[in-house]
Every structure is written in structure tokens, then in C-alpha cells.
């Protein structure tokens, strides 16, 4: 089981960026998915989620209004389309699928893990 988190990149303040993560090894159609990140010298924190459906989709204060999380369970992805950045956005973005019943916005609600994918943003 594989989750592949691309889309990173340096970005100027006030741009956009679209953060992909692609499954691997198995569907995860029926699971919630999210995004999380980890800013340098801080713990991980819970960026957006979306449930299996795409129906519900939740985020962290500091990034409502600016990003949106979608899916495609077709192709078996989840997207994080971040608009109006800000220089502290910089951290490792990771993708991860939600357990069964976990807590969307709780780093031990999910089960398995992407790599990271590094957004840098300049001021």
C-alpha cells in the first residue's frame, strides 16, 4: 500500500499551488482522506479532510477559504488545491487514509501515510 504525495514546489507569496496524492496497493474509496503538514521545528498538523464520498470536507482555521480538498475515486486520488499562500504555509505536506472511525482532524485517526511533499513559499 502506497500513497504518493507530488505537487510541491517553491511558490511567491499570494500564488497557488496543487498538491496530488495517488493510492497505490489498494482502493481507498471507503475511507476519509487528508492532508496533513509539518513545518520545520513543529509538530504535524492537520491541514484538510475529505470523507470517502466527497461529500464532507473539513479543514484547519488557518487554511479555510484558502485551500480546497477534492477526490477522484475512479482514479483513486486526492487533491489539495491551495490558493492565496502565505509564507507560513512552507512545511511537508503528507496525504494520509483515514481508519475506519478515526478522527479526521487526529493524527492517530489515519492508517497509512504518504512520503511528503515539500511547499516552500516565498515571501
Known amino acids: 500500500v502506497q500513497l504518493q504525495a507530488s505537487g510541491g514546489g517553491l511558490v511567491q507569496a499570494g500564488g497557488s499551488l496543487r498538491l496530488s496524492c495517488a493510492a497505490s496497493?489498494?482502493?481507498?474509496?471507503?475511507?476519509?482522506m487528508g492532508w496533513f503538514r509539518q513545518a520545520p521545528g513543529k509538530e504535524r498538523e492537520f491541514v484538510a479532510a475529505i470523507s470517502w464520498s466527497g461529500g464532507i470536507t473539513y479543514y484547519g482555521d488557518s487554511v479555510k477559504g484558502r485551500f480546497t480538498i477534492s477526490r477522484d475515486n475512479a482514479k483513486n486520488t486526492v487533491d489539495l488545491h491551495m490558493n492565496s499562500l502565505m509564507p507560513e504555509d512552507t512545511a511537508v505536506y503528507y496525504c494520509a487514509a483515514n481508519r475506519m472511525g478515526g478522527s479526521v482532524g487526529s493524527l492517530n485517526g489515519y492508517i497509512y501515510w504518504g512520503q511528503g511533499t515539500l511547499v516552500t513559499v516565498s515571501s
Open positions: 496497493g489498494r482502493t481507498f474509496s471507503s475511507n476519509a
